[in-house]
């Protein structure tokens, strides 16, 4: 059972190396984007910290600056 | 009505759904898997490597797709000058590049066994080469003039010119004599395959297009943050 899912009559190698590019490029693509976001992220937070409290007041009275912190906080 | 889907309106949702379209992602693609390796009965004539199809054809339809929505999504942005459109196209355009090298690849790896090459200057793989270039073009424009005026520009430009590859792409295999076979799935006129390799063909297509949404808003947040960035810069 398990060789014949396995080698699938000689075309074994072609169909598993199809399935596996594919979900590799899925992986890779995930990661990329994933990374981008932390990266983007962690800009913000650090951006965020230097601002004097009353600059830091305005920007969180913004909706999605509060829910972009928020985001954060459960990374 | 496009002011419901303005990005500050829209964030709370589209940073909250990652993770529960990953989830549904991980599910369907679970089963789609087990469909198409395991359950799914060999072709007649192709045998085992027919199970290339789960793959090669829905990354084909989706990175079609995600193209006709950047085209329709760029011109009604840029009719109407609506930014937000522009960030969704933006968004959508990394995974339809991954799904349109996919289905080269895995094409690729299907003709080997059955044509007995790995690749013919056929007419639907020239095409989908071609529609490659034109993801790379769009990608390398927003890389080149960020987020102003002219990338909306030129991007709606390189995707108007970019569509008029997809009929071509759709039709190729009517139109011309090539190695690439016809369509075995038509939505006007039904479709010619069984109801055992239907099923894990629509459950794996299902489960692409959840993935290229799950970038899709991935990507989408980090545009927006980016754009947050610059604005805290400002302050």
Redesign the interface.
């Known amino acids: 059972m398990i060789n014949e ?1 396995l080698l ?2 000689g ?2 190698l ?2 598993w ?3 596996v ?2 979900l590799l ?2 992986v890779s ?2 990661l ?3 990374i ?2 932390i990266k ?2 962690n ?2 937070v650090s ?2 910290g230097t ?1 004097n409290s009353e ?1 830091s007041a ?2 969180k009275s ?4 509060r ?2 912190l928020y ?1 954060i906080s459960k990374i | 009505m496009f002011k419901y889907f303005e ?2 309106k829209i ?2 949702i589209t ?1 909250r759904a990652p993770k529960y379209v990953l989830l549904l992602f991980v599910i369907i693609l679970s089963i789609g ?1 087990t469909e ?3 359950f799914s009965p ?1 072709d007649y004539k192709q ?3 027919v ?2 199809m789960y ?2 054809v829905p ?1 084909a339809w989706t990175s079609l797709g995600i193209f006709s929505a950047i085209t329709f999504l760029s011109i009604i942005g840029y009719i109407f000058k609506i930014r937000n459109l522009f960030l969704i196209s933006k968004s959508l355009a ?2 339809g590049l ?1 799904f349109n ?2 289905a080269l ?2 094409g690729s ?2 003709g ?2 059955t044509w007995g090459t790995w690749w013919a200057w056929d007419a639907r793989i020239t095409s989908m080469l071609i529609l490659v270039l034109f993801y790379i073009m769009y990608l390398v424009a927003w890389r080149i003039y960020e987020n102003n005026e002219k990338a909306f520009k030129i991007t709606t430009i390189i995707t108007i010119l970019g569509i008029i590859n997809v009929p071509i792409i759709k039709y190729s295999v009517d139109w011309w004599n090539t190695l690439h076979q016809p369509s075995s799935i038509n939505i006007l006129s039904g479709s010619s395959i069984h109801v055992s390799m239907l099923f894990p063909l629509l459950t794996m297509t299902a489960a692409f297009a959840l ?1 290229s949404l ?2 899709f808003l ?2 989408y ?2 545009e ?3 754009i ?2 610059k604005g ?2 400002r ?1």
Do not use: C
């Open positions: 899912i699938m009559d075309y074994g072609y169909v190396t199809a399935f590019f594919t490029s899925f693509l995930y990329v984007i994933k981008q976001y983007e992220t800009k913000f951006k965020f601002l600059r305005f920007a913004q909706k999605i600056n829910e972009i985001n | 990005p500050n964030f709370s940073s898997l198409a390796l395991i060999e045998g085992h490597s199970r290339i793959v090669h990354a990394p995974s991954v090298i996919i690849v895995t790896i299907w080997k066994p993935f799950l970038i991935m990507k947040n980090t927006l943050i980016k947050k960035n805290l810069d302050l």
